[in-house]
């Protein structure tokens, strides 16, 4: 029903990207010191930025970010910073005033320059790739003189590609992607050129692997995040922090792509990326009629008429009644009839407020209170 835009809504606790930004205008900004390097040495080091374009929708751009998180972390001696622009490539005032404070000397971008880099102010690089592996393999040559190990991860696996990239930067190894059956010709170049000896292979991709021993490496197969943390535990690795996301916020989200911050996040702490994949529903809201006879049972004391509705959540229709409390302005409150009796106010049933937890279909959700338009 119309008319009600300020009542409770639900929206699950295993969205792990509830943050309130429009991700295709926002910059990762990660720079922190730290992180002593244990293999390649920055060719320059000092401050610098990354610049890449995402499209809103899945591309292969999200992967070249994925590989520019270890460039920038060995260019910046461990204090990355990679911008994410809209397709637009602007640089909003925001970025431009970010830019101005951090000063960085050099600022990378990946494509075509933005039409702010014709300032004289800062000075530009573009790096020129049309594909994930083309791009891995230009930020691979330019901070690289070389390396003894690489990582490597399927291109597609998008939850397994942001641990990769979480872990070729606390490892100081540039970031490589693979097809499900070989790695590409000019990837396996710049292999050779970088005298690499040592491919760790993040995710499944067997065949893929098994190209890369063709050719003389040594290979380290990591399935998933799991094997991950057990072969750094196994090297005496530390990992002391923990990004949890959900790959999935790459299309299935309101919000999308937020999950590239985290390896950004755990390159600045030493850390690794824990992807966690989970469907979400995404606030669904307790609409109602107002109460205008007797109130059901257990209503609670509301300042402003109760209101009554029936909601649907994963297949399970759920009666509750929304009230706002001696002190709300709003409709903030909300009761829900668990076992269809009729009554609101047995144990677990509620009330409930912002940021409780409610199991509705067999599933947690969270409460949010949506503010008045």
Not at 255 to 268: D, Y
Request: a positive charge; one cysteine or more.
């Amino acid at each position: 029903m119309s008319g009600l835009p300020h009542l409770p809504a639900l929206r699950s606790t295993r969205n792990a990207a509830r943050a309130a930004l429009a991700v295709l205008s926002f910059a990762f900004l990660i720079c922190l010191p730290g992180l002593h390097g244990l293999q390649a040495a920055p060719r320059e080091g000092g401050r610098a930025v990354f610049v890449v374009r995402l499209p809103s929708v899945p591309a292969w751009q999200d992967f070249a970010f994925l590989a520019m998180v270890p460039a920038a972390t060995v260019r910046c001696d461990g204090a990355p910073a990679v911008i994410a622009l809209d397709e637009s490539g602007a640089i909003t005032r925001e970025m431009d005033d970010y830019l101005s404070r951090y000063k960085p000397q050099a600022l990378y971008c990946l494509g075509p320059l933005p039409r702010e880099a014709a300032s004289a102010r800062r000075q530009w690089h573009a790096l020129n790739a049309d594909s994930a592996d083309a791009a891995a393999g230009v930020l691979a040559r330019t901070f690289w003189k070389s390396a003894d190990t690489a990582v490597v991860c399927r291109e597609g696996d998008y939850g397994m590609a942001l641990v990769a990239s979480a872990l070729a930067a606390r490892l100081r190894s540039p970031l490589f992607f693979s097809t499900a059956e070989s790695v590409p010709a000019g990837t396996a170049g710049v292999l050779k050129d970088l005298a690499v000896k040592k491919a760790i292979m993040v995710g499944l991709a067997p065949k893929a692997a098994a190209a890369l021993k063709e050719t003389g490496l040594a290979v380290v197969d990591l399935k998933d995040a799991s094997a991950v943390l057990v072969w750094m535990r196994e090297q005496k690795i530390a990992a002391s922090y923990f990004a949890v996301v959900n790959p999935l916020d790459r299309e299935a989200t309101v919000i999308k792509k937020l999950s590239l911050a985290a390896p950004l996040l755990a390159a600045a702490r030493q850390g690794i990326v824990v992807p966690l994949s989970y469907k979400t529903l995404w606030k669904t809201p307790f609409i109602g009629a107002e109460c205008k006879a007797s109130l059901p049972k257990g209503t609670p004391e509301s300042r402003k008429p109760p209101r009554m509705g029936l909601t649907t959540v994963n297949g399970h229709p759920f009666a509750f009644v929304v009230t706002s409390g001696k002190n709300d302005k709003d409709y903030r409150a909300v009761n829900v009839d668990m076992n269809g009796n009729g009554d609101f106010s047995e144990a677990g049933e509620g009330p409930f407020r912002t940021g409780d937890t409610v199991t509705l279909g067999g599933q947690r959700y969270s409460l949010s209170s949506l503010p008045p338009l």
